[in-house]
Nanobody, 126 residues
């Protein structure tokens, strides 16, 4: 069992930055591929980024590539999402999730995650 708690959301102006964190419980954190997903009002949840067990490989949705960076610290059981050059269309609830599948399988697949956090709201004003 893995419990995930996101933090770092808030209100930011367009062009600004935020860093989201996701703290995980459990001793086997390093064995899980981690992902960030988001759900905007009235829209379906979508993939944002994924990172491999070691942190050596990352995948990003085209909409955030070049602006968002995902990283992990296995010693701290934490993953991060650095979000730069934020746009109003980035407004959403952001969810952290864990999967036992490889990162390339997780990328793009909302239904491939084993555990989910409750989310943190990011609002980008224009």
């Amino acid at each position: 069992q893995v419990q995930l708690v996101e933090s770092g959301g808030g209100l930011v102006q367009a062009g600004g930055s935020l860093r989201l964190s996701c703290a995980a419980s459990g001793r086997t954190f390093s064995s899980y591929v981690m992902g960030w997903f988001r759900q905007a009002p009235g829209k379906e949840r979508e993939f944002v980024a994924a990172i491999s067990w070691s942190g050596g490989t990352t995948y990003y949705a085209d909409s955030v590539k070049g602006r968002f960076t995902m990283s992990r610290d296995n010693a701290k059981n934490t993953v991060y999402l650095q979000m730069n050059s934020l746009k109003p269309e980035d407004t959403a609830v952001y969810y952290c999730a864990a999967s036992s599948l490889p990162a390339d399988i997780v990328a793009g697949g909302v239904d491939r995650m084993d555990y989910w956090g409750k989310g943190t709201l990011v609002t980008v004003s224009s």
